[in-house]
């Protein structure tokens, strides 16, 4: 397990002390109600080209077939947006995911079953974003992945730049990444289908109560 440290803890300290949280009219167990559902985050986590995005998309539309609000946060996507400013150090990794913990809260609020498809490398970070969510709303999906497999894989060209030396700190190459020790659920992509492994993710929602199919 790595042991990094908070460089940012300016920018993650409390500086609103001043600032008073206005409630909301609309109550999360309203949206509920309404949603039919309960709200969830799905933390998938696991290499590059594990297969975190295709898992997370494929079960965001089984799920959104089923009626569920949904949302999909892909690591890809949010590093062009709101998170453009952080590099793949593990600073600006833990940042990363500090950030994309503090959105997947308010997508709860909304009462949305929101998917997050991003490394997370570190079992603290994890854990940060577990601690951040009411019991029972974190719910991690570890997409486990032969890192032979991904590297054979390589949809995007980076294991190749990696290899090379192009590319600094890639994950499970000369940056760490932390295998999920007790995950809610846990994905085998080299011996399920991509349908297969996305039924693991809907049929442990039925079964939990979180959705009715
Ligand atoms: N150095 C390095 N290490 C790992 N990944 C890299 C790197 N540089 C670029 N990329 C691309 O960025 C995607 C990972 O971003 P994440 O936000 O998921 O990473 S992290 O959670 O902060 O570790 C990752 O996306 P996925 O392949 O979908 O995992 C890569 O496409
Ligand atoms: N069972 C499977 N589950 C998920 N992806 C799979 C599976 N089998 C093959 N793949 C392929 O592996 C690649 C995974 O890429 P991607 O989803 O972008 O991974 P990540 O988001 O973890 O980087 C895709 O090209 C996908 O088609």
């Known amino acids: 397990m790595s042991d990094v440290p908070y460089k940012n803890i300016d920018v993650i300290g409390d500086k609103s002390s001043d600032v008073v949280w206005h409630q909301a009219s609309v109550l999360t167990e309203q949206r509920v109600s309404a949603n039919g559902h309960k709200p969830v985050v799905l933390w998938?986590?696991?290499?590059?080209?594990?297969?975190?995005?295709?898992?997370a998309n494929a079960v965001d539309k089984m799920l959104f077939d089923l009626g569920c609000k949904t949302y999909v946060l892909d690591g890809d996507n949010v590093r062009h947006g709101l998170n453009g400013d952080l590099s793949f150090t593990d600073v600006d990794r833990i940042e990363n995911i500090r950030r994309i913990g503090?959105?997947?809260?308010?997508?709860?609020?909304?009462?949305l079953i929101v998917s997050t498809a991003f490394?997370?490398?570190?079992?603290?970070?994890?854990?940060?974003v577990r601690d951040l969510l009411p019991n029972g709303i974190?719910?991690?999906?570890?997409?486990?992945?032969?890192?032979?497999?991904?590297?054979?894989?390589?949809?995007?060209?980076?294991y190749k730049k990696a290899r090379s030396g192009e590319i600094?700190?890639?994950?499970?190459?000369?940056?760490?990444?932390?295998?999920?020790?007790?995950?809610?659920?846990?994905?085998?992509?080299d011996l399920a289908s991509i349908e297969g492994c996305a039924s693991q993710v809907v049929d442990y929602l039925v079964e939990k109560g979180i959705v009715a199919r």
């Open 44 to 55: 998938y986590t696991g290499l590059s080209g594990s297969g975190k995005s295709t898992v």
């Open 102 to 111: 503090e959105v997947a809260k308010l997508f709860v609020d909304a009462g």
């Open 168 to 189: 600094k700190n890639f994950t499970g190459i000369d940056s760490a990444y932390d295998m999920p020790l007790s995950p809610e659920i846990h994905v085998k992509t």
């Open 119 to 128: 490394i997370s490398p570190f079992l603290a970070d994890r854990q940060m």
């Open 138 to 158: 974190f719910v991690e999906v570890f997409i486990d992945t032969p890192i032979d497999v991904c590297e054979s894989r390589d949809p995007k060209g980076l």
